[in-house]
Structure formats: C-alpha cells, structure tokens
C-alpha cells in the first residue's frame, strides 16, 4: 500500500468473485456508462452500496428492506430500540382496530409535541 501525503483517504484494493455472467454486465455496462476502466464502475456502486448498507444498520436490515432508525439524543438508544420492538410487534400481529387507535395517540401527540418553538 502507497500512501500520499496529499491524500486524505487511503484507497485499498478489494477482490472477490463474481460470476462470469456478472462479468459481461460489468463490462457492457462500462461501455454503456461512458467509463474508462470497469473499477471506476465498481467504485461508484460500491460507495452507494456501502452507504445504504451503513444507513440500513445491518446485512439483515439491508436486505430485508428495513428502514433504518433515526436514535434522538434525548432519550437512550436502548429505550428507543425497545420502542421500535414494541411498534413493529404491534404492526405484525395486533387487530387493526387496535393499530387505528395507536396511530390517533401517535398523530395526535406527534401534533402537539412536532411544532418547533
């Protein structure tokens, strides 16, 4: 590994395997992309893959298409995550009568507490 003094940011090379069919995408879409080299590409797609994979919060989360939790510095991460539990254990399994009236307490104080002073 070089290292720059100018450079900010330490770039390594990472390899893994894709399969050969991947390969031809890669290199058509390289040309279709405008692209010299196919890791200009790659690199593209590996910063906004790894972006949506740190706002997800996890490999689980990420690939289940779960959205990513916004923690408040007002209260503890561990109440907030227990929060969160309790909600989406709400909206899996309770009547939707019971969801109806979490979403009136929810809007209402979501309402009195949203305005900025």
């Known amino acids: 590994?070089?290292?720059?003094?100018?450079?900010?940011?330490?770039?390594?090379?990472?390899?893994?395997?894709?399969?050969?069919?991947?390969?031809?995408e890669i290199?058509?879409?390289?040309?279709?992309?405008?692209?010299?080299?196919?890791?200009?590409?790659?690199?593209f797609v590996w910063t906004w893959a790894w972006s949506e994979y740190k706002k997800?919060?996890?490999?689980?989360?990420?690939?289940?298409?779960?959205r990513t939790r916004k923690y408040s510095r007002r209260v503890s991460e561990e109440l907030q995550d227990e929060l969160y539990t309790a909600l989406?254990?709400?909206f899996e399994r309770a009547p939707s009568a019971v969801i109806e009236d979490i979403a009136r307490v929810l809007t209402t104080r979501a309402g009195k507490y949203g305005s900025e002073k």
């Open 88 to 90: 989406a254990t709400i």
């Open 56 to 66: 997800a919060g996890s490999l689980q989360a990420l690939l289940a298409g779960t």
């Open 27 to 43: 290199e058509d879409a390289v040309e279709r992309e405008a692209r010299r080299h196919r890791t200009d590409l790659l690199e």
């Open 1 to 24: 590994m070089q290292r720059s003094k100018t450079q900010k940011e330490l770039n390594v090379p990472i390899s893994f395997r894709i399969p050969l069919p991947q390969l031809h």
